[in-house]
């Protein structure tokens, strides 16, 4: 189990992973520590939102992706 | 024994026909709380100046009456003014004083709302809320009249309330003078950085009825006088420019708005001031041939301070500035003051006014530090069940004032009373007051808006 | 730089400054204003910025700034001149009956020494004050912070050339300063 993610450390280009398996670019951060704007890059349960832009709340990020 | 207002009650609390007072309206909480509805939801109320959020994201956090609110710039560039409270569990979604941001985060349960108010980010919405949740009725509160006047931003509660200006009235000369550029240019002005914020023991309309035009209180100012901080290095201000003028105390009673002036003579010329600085000297009397110029007979008002009702109180000449105050409780009040000056005015002028500033001004002010004592002890005195009983007194000048003002080929709108030999009065005090009993009684704007009944826009 | 090789050199030194703060809070609460000028060099900076809440990250905009922005105080020795002279017309209200005022200074710690410890013309430091008043009846404020001084030797006696107070406050909640920090 990774460590939480304190998502003040999260920067723009970044990849996050979700509890719900999607992954997602950071898109830009508002420094709030608690949301990250995002762009999902896969996403097995919902498809349809690959390249939508979002929103992802600090609770729902599982990881922080290292490629 | 509790007493219980009713609309009728006020009547007999503010005595227009003899000039009386009662001290409740200052010390009970009952009172206090029917304030906050029926003056501070439906008065328009300052907020802040543009320059406080001059790019997108920009946000100033602010008060209206007691509550909290949101000044801030969206991304389009519009101006908001938010009530500064979650939506979901009314936590404060901003707890910094100014910044800039992309969003307002809820630090309870995560709401997060963008700069226009709307609601953006609502934790675990697909599996908690169904995707069922309607975020467009989940917004931020927004205030429903909100307008920016010359740079100041301004806002009421009441959808019903007249526009601003209607508001406002034939004060607006006044208010013009405070907010455009020194040689008259319009809205010229902005705010130095830093707001002074701090807490008076006091109820709030002692210090909004002392801006209104109270002359008779300069012996408060007695110590800074002796030791003179004025720009021309004596008093506490430079009053060269009085020399011949008539001094006019006017009253807008209809509005609740007033203010103290000087008004020069006919064939009165710009003088040079601030002459302590060469380079402030010059700036001043170019500013003053350049409005005169522009103005003409209006020139020769040099206006004083202010307050409109109910409770932005400001200074349109030096120092130059506005202060609300908030009211906190029956026997507080939180004051915040915003310093203006020119923004086309060169450094060496932005400068020496901001010395001159914190030097007069707030807590720290050579000057105001006497009010606030007095407002404070005036205050602490009149809440016993004995002292209680007594009337204010406001009866100076009662029958003196006249309502079709003239000199010299200038008409002034309002009700106007020469104070120039009599030195002092109070029919603005009686203006604020009679004003606050139509605010206290009236069930809505339609029983507010009195000019209109009248026919007549004085 | 403080001179960690010379460690006796920089205990004289602070025991000389502490006495130097010591002596200037005795003026100060025994309302001997004339004399506590006479401390302050000509020179004299002398700055209270009002303090801001500010995002995470972003402290650097946590206090206004000397010499730009509106401070609590931010002035030489001719304003602070008129203080005093204010106080001492017997007319100034707020002071009037005078308050009561004790100056605890604490957490003295010196952060330069030049030339040297051994010598010094020159020294910072950084200390922690609380500022107990109490005037008429039962008006009391507890005014706390960091002060950030630097004394200069004129003529063998220490003078005050900078004073920096960092008030815990943002809402001042003293009605007013009408004393010194």
Same mark, same amino acid.
């Given at each position: ?6 998502? =003040? ?10 509890? #719900? ?6 898109? #830009? ?7 990250? =704007?995002?762009?999902?890059?896969? #996403? ?12 992802? =709340? ?10 | ?15 227009? +026909? ?7 309206? %200052? ?20 907020? $802040? ?34 009530? /500064? ?40 919405? !697909? ?7 309607? !975020? ?15 740079? $100041? ?56 009825? /002392? ?26 201000? +430079? ?6 003028? !008539?001094?006019? +105390? ?5 509005? $609740? ?34 409005? !005169? ?58 400068? %020496? ?39 204010? /007194? ?52 339609? $029983? ?5 009944? /009248?026919?007549?826009?004085? | ?141 507890? &005014? ?21 107070? @960092?008030?815990?406050?943002?809402? &001042? ?5 009408? @004393?010194? @920090?």
């Amino acid at each position: 189990m990774a460590d939480i993610v304190n998502l =003040f450390e999260v920067e723009p280009g970044q990849k996050v992973g979700l509890y #719900s398996g999607a992954t997602a670019e950071v898109v #830009s951060n508002p420094r709030d520590g608690v949301w990250l =704007f995002v762009r999902y890059l896969t #996403s097995p349960d919902d498809p349809d939102q690959v390249g939508e832009e979002d929103m992802v =709340f600090a609770q729902d990020v599982l990881e922080l992706m290292t490629d | 024994m509790a007493i219980t207002f009713q609309p009728s009650s006020y009547s007999g609390l503010v005595d227009r +026909d003899n000039g009386m007072v009662s001290r409740e309206i %200052f010390v009970n909480s009952d009172i206090y709380a029917e304030e906050q509805e029926r003056i501070f939801t439906r008065a328009w109320l300052f907020v $802040g100046h543009e320059s406080q959020v001059s790019k997108p994201g920009d946000f100033f956090v602010s008060s209206m009456g007691e509550e909290s609110v949101i000044l801030c710039r969206d991304r389009q560039g519009e101006i908001h003014v938010f009530l /500064n409270s979650c939506m979901h569990r009314g936590m404060k979604v901003c707890r910094y004083d100014e910044g800039n941001t992309p969003i307002f985060t809820c630090p309870y349960h995560g709401w997060s709302f963008a700069t226009d108010g709307a609601l953006v980010g609502v934790p675990f919405y !697909k599996d908690a809320y169904h995707e069922e949740l309607d !975020k467009s009725q989940w917004g931020l509160i927004r205030v429903p009249r909100m307008v920016n006047y010359k740079g $100041g931003i301004w806002a009421t509660w009441d959808a019903n309330a007249p526009d601003f200006l209607e508001y406002i009235g034939g004060f607006r000369t006044y208010l013009d003078i405070l907010f455009d550029g020194w040689d008259g240019s319009e809205g010229g002005t902005e705010i130095i950085g830093g707001i002074e914020k701090w807490m008076v023991p006091s109820n709030w309309k002692f210090p909004a009825e /002392n801006f209104i035009g109270d002359r008779y209180h300069n012996i408060s100012h007695r110590s800074v006088d002796l030791v003179g901080i004025g720009p021309s290095g004596q008093g506490r201000r +430079d009053n060269s420019e009085r020399e011949g003028a !008539k001094s006019l +105390d006017v009253s807008f009673p209809e509005r $609740g708005h007033g203010t103290v002036m000087f008004l020069r003579p006919e064939d009165a010329q710009p003088v040079p001031s601030y002459q302590n600085d060469p380079i402030v000297s010059e700036y001043f009397y170019q500013c003053e041939i350049a409005r !005169k110029e522009r103005q003409g007979q209006l020139w020769r008002i040099l206006a004083g301070p202010g307050t409109i009702f109910p409770n932005m109180s400001y200074l349109p000449r030096q120092p130059r500035s506005i202060a609300v105050w908030h009211p906190r409780g029956p026997d507080q009040t939180e004051v915040w003051r915003w310093f203006l000056v020119d923004a086309s005015a060169p450094p060496e002028v932005k400068e %020496f006014l901001r010395q001159y500033y914190i030097r007069y001004s707030g807590p720290a002010g050579l000057t105001e530090q006497d009010d606030m004592e007095n407002w404070n002890y005036a205050h602490a005195a009149s809440r016993g069940a004995m002292a209680r009983r007594y009337d204010y /007194n406001y009866q100076m000048g009662m029958g003196y004032a006249v309502t079709d003002f003239e000199d010299g080929g200038l008409k002034l709108d309002g009700t106007v009373l020469d104070t120039t030999k009599a030195r002092a009065g109070e029919q603005n005090q009686r203006g604020f007051y009679s004003r606050w009993r139509e605010f206290m009684a009236a069930r809505d704007w339609d $029983g507010l808006a009195t000019w209109r009944n /009248n026919g007549s826009a004085c | 730089m403080v001179v960690a090789n010379d460690p006796l050199a920089l205990l004289l030194l602070k025991q000389d400054v502490e006495a130097f703060l010591y002596h200037e809070a005795n003026l100060l609460d025994d309302r001997r204003y004339e004399e506590w000028l006479d401390l302050l060099s000509d020179d004299v900076r002398y700055w209270v910025p009002m303090r801001r809440n500010v995002k995470f990250g972003e402290l650097e905009r946590e206090f206004t700034r000397e010499g730009q922005d509106i401070n609590w105080f931010d002035e030489g020795k001719t304003t602070l001149t008129q203080r005093v002279r204010q106080i001492l017309t017997g007319v100034h209200w707020a002071e009037e009956p005078l308050s009561r005022l004790s100056h605890l200074v604490t957490n003295v710690e010196i952060t330069e020494a030049t030339p040297s410890a051994a010598d010094a013309g020159e020294v910072s430091l950084r200390c922690r004050f609380i500022i107990y008043r109490n005037r008429v009846a039962t008006e009391t404020d507890i &005014l706390v912070g960091r002060r950030e001084d630097r004394l200069r030797r004129v003529d063998g006696q220490w003078r005050i050339a900078q004073r920096q107070v @960092f008030l815990d406050q943002n809402v &001042l909640l003293a009605k007013n300063l009408t @004393f010194f @920090f």
